[in-house]
Structures are given as structure tokens and as C-alpha cells.
Nanobody, 126 residues
Framework: HLQLVESGGGLVQPGGSLRLSCTSS????????IAWFRQAPGKEREGVSC????????YYVDGVKGRFTISRDNAGNTVDLHLNSLKPEDTAVYYC???????????????????WGQGTQVTVSS
């Protein structure tokens, strides 16, 4: 069972930045497409970004393009999500998820992943 652990959440002012990290202590993330989802209070979970393992292709939901960046550090066995120019509407619990295949599916943004982390809270507020 692939166990994922997120870190890096916190409280930040609008316009600020955070870096979220996802790792697994037992498995290499090199072989899995990894995505980040988020869930704001009272809202459904939303796919934010995905990165493929085979060629490093990246995908973003429209609302974060140009502000968020997803990246892999294979040596460190992490997948990071860099959050810049944060807005209050980015406030949510952010989840790291893994697919059973190496590439991001065309439907990467759908809540159809088998492996989920426990989530990390991001709060954007002045």
C-alpha cells in the first residue's frame, strides 16, 4: 500500500508563497504519476496539478496556471508544489495523490486516485 505524506502547509498572507512537499518513506515516487488536489470548506475536492513520471509532463487547473509549479526531486523522493501569489480562495486542505500508472491521465483532475495522503492545511489570510 503506497503511503503518502504531505508537509509544508501553513498560514500565509495574500500574495505570499508556500512550498508543499509529498513523499513516501516506503516507496519510490519515480514510478507513479503524482497529483495535488485541494478541498476548501463546503466544496468538492478539486484537482490542482499533475506531473508524469515517464517524461515529467505537467498539468494545471486554469485557476492556478502561472502561480503554482509542480516539480519532482527524484533524488529526494519528493514531489513539490510551489504556491506563489496566493489568494484567499486558495485556502484549502491540499492532498498529494498517486496514480497506479506513470503518466497523468487525460482526466487527471478527476477524483479517481487510489492513493491519498492525509492532507496539509493551507490558509491564505491577512
Amino acid at each position: 500500500h503506497l503511503q503518502l505524506v504531505e508537509s509544508g502547509g501553513g498560514l500565509v498572507q495574500p500574495g505570499g508563497s508556500l512550498r508543499l512537499s509529498c513523499t513516501s518513506s516506503r516507496f519510490s515516487l519515480d514510478y507513479y504519476a503524482i497529483a495535488w488536489f485541494r478541498q476548501a470548506p463546503g466544496k468538492e475536492r478539486e484537482g490542482v496539478s499533475c506531473i508524469s513520471a515517464n517524461d515529467g509532463s505537467t498539468y494545471y487547473v486554469d485557476g492556478v496556471k502561472g502561480r503554482f509549479t509542480i516539480s519532482r526531486d527524484n533524488a529526494g523522493n519528493t514531489v513539490d508544489l510551489h504556491l506563489n501569489s496566493l489568494k484567499p480562495e486558495d485556502t484549502a486542505v491540499y492532498y498529494c495523490v498517486a496514480d497506479s500508472i506513470q503518466f497523468c491521465r487525460m482526466t487527471w483532475y478527476r477524483n479517481e486516485y487510489a492513493y491519498w495522503g492525509q492532507g496539509t492545511q493551507v490558509t491564505v489570510s491577512s
